[in-house]
């Protein structure tokens, strides 16, 4: 058993998400670096997809009740057990506080209990969505946590980190919209990440995509990496809890969008076309 002694701003539940259900409104949601979530699992003898914790920021605090083998990866910020500074992994004995502290680089952080973090599944997965609703609720203080038993499995090769940049390029294909904007322009100007971020989506703000047409769209399905661009011309890029569908002009879409899940607000984005 875990307590929640500190939840920090936004600590929720993930997994490597529930693929396969847009169709029906659903996004895939799950840890929005799930790099860092698999090394992390990878690190305590987790198989790949058994759920964790992702912070925001601010880190959290933990009191397990049972001994423990941890592992914290993502942003870099301090780790202390017992008030002690730890790193890599962590042996937690009964009784001990675990704290993730501020993160210093990067946004969140990944921790990863031997066995995993115990929590009913939704459509197959155990990860938080937190424009839907599915899935268990973001931690509060003193919420409590089961963790599974230790499983067998065959482990993958140890992921490597991912750097933590200040500015972050971005691969774009163009589509559907793209004729609806003016020339290139995406892939002119930087723009910065915006505080209003989240795991639905990281705003962008720099200069505002000149549309050529002011036709209204019915709504049309939207994808991991749908670059929208909303009236104020300003590109939205949706994340994991994405909606499916949306009304405004898609003027491509990212192939990779982890990067984002570690930028921190006034960090510089920018595009590079793909063909």
């Given at each position: 058993?875990?307590?929640?002694?500190?939840?920090?701003?936004?600590?929720?539940?993930?997994?490597?998400?529930?693929?396969?259900?847009?169709?029906?409104?659903?996004?895939?949601?799950?840890?929005?670096?799930?790099?860092?979530?698999?090394?992390?699992?990878?690190?305590?003898?987790?198989?790949?997809?058994?759920?964790?914790?992702?912070?925001?920021?601010?880190?959290?605090?933990?009191?397990?009740?049972?001994?423990?083998?941890?592992?914290?990866?993502?942003?870099?910020?301090?780790v202390k057990l017992d008030k002690e500074p730890v790193?890599?992994?962590?042996?937690?004995?009964?009784?001990?506080?675990?704290?993730?502290?501020?993160?210093?680089?990067?946004?969140?952080?990944?921790?990863?209990?031997?066995?995993?973090?115990?929590?009913?599944?939704?459509?197959?997965?155990?990860?938080?969505?937190?424009?839907?609703?599915?899935?268990?609720?973001?931690?509060?203080?003193?919420?409590?946590?089961?963790?599974?038993?230790?499983?067998?499995?065959?482990?993958?090769?140890?992921?490597?980190?991912?750097?933590?940049?200040?500015?972050?390029?971005?691969?774009?294909?163009?589509?559907?919209?793209?004729?609806?904007?003016?020339?290139?322009?995406?892939?002119?100007?930087?723009?910065?990440?915006?505080?209003?971020?989240?795991?639905?989506?990281?705003?962008?703000?720099?200069?505002?995509?000149?549309?050529?047409?002011?036709?209204?769209?019915?709504?049309?399905?939207?994808?991991?990496?749908?670059?929208?661009?909303?009236?104020?011309?300003?590109?939205?890029?949706?994340?994991?809890?994405?909606?499916?569908?949306?009304?405004?002009?898609?003027?491509?879409?990212?192939?990779?969008?982890?990067?984002?899940?570690?930028?921190?607000?006034?960090?510089?984005?920018?595009?590079?076309?793909?063909?």
């Open positions: 058993m875990i307590t929640v002694v500190r939840a920090g701003p936004l600590t929720t539940v993930q997994d490597q998400g529930r693929p396969s259900y847009a169709h029906l409104g659903v996004p895939r949601s799950g840890a929005l670096d799930g790099r860092a979530l698999r090394r992390a699992n990878t690190l305590v003898g987790n198989p790949s997809d058994a759920a964790g914790l992702e912070t925001t920021l601010m880190g959290c605090t933990l009191r397990f009740t049972r001994a423990a083998r941890v592992a914290v990866t993502g942003a870099v910020a301090v790193s890599g992994v962590i042996e937690v004995p009964a009784g001990s506080v675990l704290e993730v502290g501020r993160a210093t680089r990067g946004v969140r952080s990944y921790v990863a209990v031997r066995g995993g973090i115990d929590v009913e599944p939704v459509l197959g997965s155990r990860s938080t969505d937190t424009l839907s609703g599915l899935g268990p609720p973001k931690l509060a203080d003193g919420a409590e946590l089961d963790v599974a038993g230790p499983c067998e499995a065959d482990l993958p090769d140890l992921v490597d980190d991912i750097v933590i940049a200040d500015e972050v390029e971005l691969g774009v294909w163009l589509g559907p919209r793209d004729d609806w904007f003016a020339g290139n322009e995406l892939f002119e100007n930087p723009y910065q990440v915006s505080p209003m971020s989240n795991r639905v989506g990281c705003r962008l703000t720099g200069e505002a995509l000149r549309r050529v047409r002011r036709d209204e769209l019915p709504p049309e399905g939207l994808v991991l990496g749908a670059v929208q661009v909303p009236a104020d011309g300003q590109p939205l890029i949706f994340l994991a809890d994405h909606p499916t569908t949306g009304g405004y002009p898609v003027i491509g879409v990212v192939d990779d969008v982890t990067p984002l899940a570690q930028a921190r607000p006034g960090s510089t984005v920018r595009f590079r076309a793909l063909h």
